[in-house]
């Protein structure tokens, strides 16, 4: 059994495997009984509740409150208003650097988009706040709503996404198009759509003078203290944030977002702790989402169906006060051996919260984009969609000319094909049917993400009576983290599970990094396995160094750290445990520290992603037009496997989000007053078990020496990418009918 305490908000997981075993989740009991406590779960002594009141326009201003109703209303404390918010010590529309956000802090009257903060109440209860929110009966000067994509000029971005340019080229473009015998210009539109965690935003924030203890779930502690130090004037030391459990996070919870700050600030201006958590329809504004897309890709082939030339031009949108661009071209780097291949992007700004990194930022919509038209073009050539992948694989990195740290795509291919069973696959649509005369289609696409690497620390402690401590500031945000990042700890450690104290989960602890571009196990886990060494090489040195030691001498030779114990390499007979070592050393312990960052020399070597082939199975009713996903196969290939269990699981929710996008989500928004339709769960769609009947995820081996010290590649968000693409074309396959706009609805092809 795993042994778990909580304390202070800190997770100390005892746990003893190691890299490769296939663990469940060390905190599953605590969740699934319901122990586990999120952070609206906290509650402080004198704790009062906030509520947030959000702008029903989206473009405007604020020209009266009704502040004296709320404040009249039976427990209500307090109404903060942009006449009476804290002074803060940095503007929210202070923008140092692109991962800075702007943010609406009750600034001023004016209102940027719908569902914008524009009072917060506090109260004694929670449905005191909330019908004190009600009361405020905002009136507003308003003016016409900007949305969609075509509602304004567009700009091109100085960069995309993280940072990258938005623009980027390689090869004769001109020249590979006067080369093609076939060619496709298509177009393809991606809608809106908003992360939706299971668990809203929240946040109990209690000020002691000017030190903060809050908690809130996060993806990223140290980078939340930092923004939050900045905003009040304060040393990032004195936040302590604490973060054990996330309900979710999809990238909306990677930077603290305005409403948790506004809750910072309504315990500032009460003087007492404030739970401030968001409802469900207040998740539609202040907290990101992905933009909408409209992408066109321009493909040239030869006779042969090598592709010769590919155009990628995403159009997406932005806010009118901030900047992030999905990188959705981007996608059409990676894949295809194309001799000549462009991206470019441009925005148009829209009165919309700023757009944000979610699920698969840019390679989501991008690959829906290109795995559909590549679909489409190996049609255009009379090829089989995998015949023709195989036909432009790229063995090399198709912009830089590099080579791949690792690429098992291949095999992929071929083992998703194999279990599919793909080579039975008519090439023409319409050819199969079920036994209740459903129109069944098979379809393929190419899964890929960026290998990344963020800086991340961790310490290592070994204890006299043979016990170690791992101590790092990372984030579950259900991945499993916990588990995969112990598992690296023990094997780190040369410890048993039992012997094994890993801490999480607080900003207290090192700097883990950002849980997020699928980075964090790769990250924190090789930070992990630095403090490991460090202090596994000290011990040794207390051991080799004295002649009382069977270590003595040990030397070039050097040692094995397993079990508890160090061995010598050249004989490892001899032996000792890490508490004989310090014994004699006369320590009660012995500390060790890591820290990594991006290996900018493998970087400028290698060209590092994850890679793998999705195919998918639907049935779509001739008649009424309702598709069904029955079938989905991925095969994946991500360097090391920490833990099979979680990293199946994780391909499994990507894929599961694949099918989210390909024919469910859509925050559908209302043209006239620029507000979003469907800001719940009875409408916002997302798959549930009846939506996906079959789904399977093959870990494919892959070995790669230079990602990082682990090998390994990141897992959480690429099971998204080729998965919507797989659906489309089996939904073509299927009917005859190319969709082109996401999410596919049963109105584009009922009736055929
Ligand atoms: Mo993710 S969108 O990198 O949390």
Redesign the pocket.
Known sequence: MPEITLAQGQAHIRMGSSIGQPLTRWEGVLKTTGTARFAADQHQAGMVYACLAVSSIARGRVTSLDVAAARAHPGVIEVMTPANAPALALHPDAKHHPFMFRLDLLQSDAVRFANQPIAVVIAQTLEAATEGAALLAPRYEEQPARTGLDSATPFTPPFIGAGSPGAESHGDIEAGFAAASVRIEVEYDTPAQY?NPMEPHAIVAAWDGDRLSIDTPS?GMAMAQQRIAGLFGISPENIHIRSPFLGG??????MISGPQILGIMAARLVGRPVKLVLRREQMFGPVGHRAPTRQTLHLGADADGQLTALIHHARTATSTFDDFIEPAANASHSLYASPAIRTTHDAVRIDTGTP??????GEAPGSAALESAIDEMALACGMDPLAFRLKNYADVAPMTGKPFSSKALRACYQQGGERFGWAARPTAPRQMRDANGMLVGWGMGTAVFPALMFPAQAAAVLRRDGSGVVEIGAHD?GQGAWTALAQIAADALGLDRAHLEFRSGSSDLPDAG??????HTASAGSAIHGAGADVIAKLAALAMGDEASPLFGAGNAGVIARGGRLHRRDDEARSETYGEILARAGLEEIAGRGAVAPDQAAQAAYAMQAHGAVFAEVTVDPDFGQIRVTRLVGAFAAGTVINPRMVRSQYLGGMIWGVSFALHEHAAMDKRSGRTMNANFAEYHVPVNADVPSIEAILVDEHDEHVNALGVKGV??IGITGTVGAIANAVWHATGVRVRSFPITLEQVMGL
Do not use: D, N, T, V
């Open positions: 992360h993806q996070g999809f990238g909306c919870k990677g944000l990194f979610m699920r698969a930022p945000m950002i849980a997020g571009g699928s980075a959480g968000e």
